[in-house]
């Protein structure tokens, strides 16, 4: 009689193993000097550096990155989806004027490919990277028969800080305060329910082919990793007043900018003042969505929204300059009920 293992069961431990041992050095590259521990532990430690601030607010955020793994299987390519799973949480966080600490992250699969795997972690790293946080911990699960061969799915948290009098809430924005847009990459993580449903189902197209109006590949088009801001709004406050910060993801300007206006606020949104990439225009005409539409579910180039004063307009956007971010001018705060108004 042949006896059963964990193995023969679905679960590879030695691949696992094999996992770990090759990411360990990736992960340490991300590490603060706040880091207490190394990987391998049942969990991760961080000194909190509380002398720096008068009254430390720790802020959380959490996120996925959705259906855009289906494309990333279909490409067969994970080196940029790690980069999405970080910016979707660390945007989150950055809004509030906080600095992101440190970042854990989930990866499950029916059967754990170690080369595949580790693809996906350097994304995370350099999306830390980029970030500015610690790698400090994460979970890998192999479920057999819980996910199709070959698939995964990514989940990660983020914890930042900042000083109580610096959060930033929208509380203080008016009339008048100016709404810049900073430039997304593309689509960033967000409507690749529809994005798929367009392109590969209605269209019939394959990630390896080549669109009018797109200079790669489809599949690369869409892996475009999303913008990670949270160094920029870093630098940004320390120079000019940011009143309120909106991370465009899903929802769009249309639903993620009204999540921050004071009452008896609306924001006065000007189309055609900013630079949209091609691939929104390439979804949308061979989707035949109307704009109201687009506007409503993707970011339509603009991945974050900031809120300043109009004295410092020439100061912010000369530091976006200098800090290599695209940003435009897009529209101010009038007077209405908390919701956006194109004009």
């Not at 006896?3 to 090759?22: N, Q």
């Not at 990736?26 to 207490?36: A, G, K, Y």
């Not at 409503?296 to 530091?319: E, K, W, Y």
Request: charged content about 25%; proline content about 5%.
């Amino acid at each position: 009689m042949t006896k059963l293992t964990y193995k023969s069961a679905g679960v590879d431990i030695e691949a696992g193993d094999r996992f770990v041992e090759k990411i360990t050095p990736m992960v340490r590259s991300t590490f603060r000097p706040e880091v207490l521990t190394d990987l391998g532990g049942f969990s991760g430690l961080f000194r909190l550096r509380a002398k720096k601030y008068k009254e430390p607010v720790l802020v959380s955020g959490t996120d996925g990155v959705g259906t855009k793994l289906k494309v990333a299987f279909l490409a067969d390519r994970h080196d940029t989806v790690g980069i999405d799973l970080v910016a979707m949480c660390v945007n989150d966080v950055a809004v509030t004027g906080a600095e992101p600490l440190f970042f854990l992250d989930y990866f499950a699969t029916g059967k754990l490919f170690p080369e595949k795997t580790v693809e996906v972690m350097k994304g995370i790293v350099e999306g830390c990277k980029q970030a500015g946080c610690a790698l400090i911990g994460g979970e890998t699960a192999e479920m057999p028969s819980f996910y199709p061969e070959g698939e995964y799915d990514l989940a990660g948290f983020c914890v930042g800080v900042v000083d109580k009098k610096k959060i930033i809430n929208g509380k203080k924005i008016k009339p008048k305060d100016l709404l810049i847009g900073l430039a997304s990459s593309g689509l960033h993580s967000n409507g690749f329910s529809l994005v798929r449903k367009v392109f590969f189902e209605k269209n019939g197209l394959t990630v390896q082919d080549r669109l009018p109006g797109l200079a790669r590949p489809l599949g690369e088009e869409l892996l475009t990793p999303t913008l990670i801001y949270a160094k920029t709004l870093l630098k940004l406050q320390r120079k000019v007043e940011l009143k309120g910060a909106a991370h465009i993801t899903g929802g769009g300007i249309t639903e993620n900018l009204p999540r921050i206006l004071p009452k008896r606020c609306a924001a006065e949104v000007k189309r055609g003042q900013w630079d949209i990439p091609p691939i929104f225009e390439v979804l949308q005409k061979m989707g035949e969505i109307d704009s109201e539409e687009m506007y409503t579910d993707f970011n339509m180039g603009i991945g974050m929204v900031i809120v300043i004063p109009p004295d410092d307009l020439r100061p912010a956007l000369s530091l976006l300059k200098k800090f290599g971010q695209k940003a435009f001018v897009i529209g101010e705060i009038v007077r209405g009920d908390q919701r956006v108004l194109y004009v």
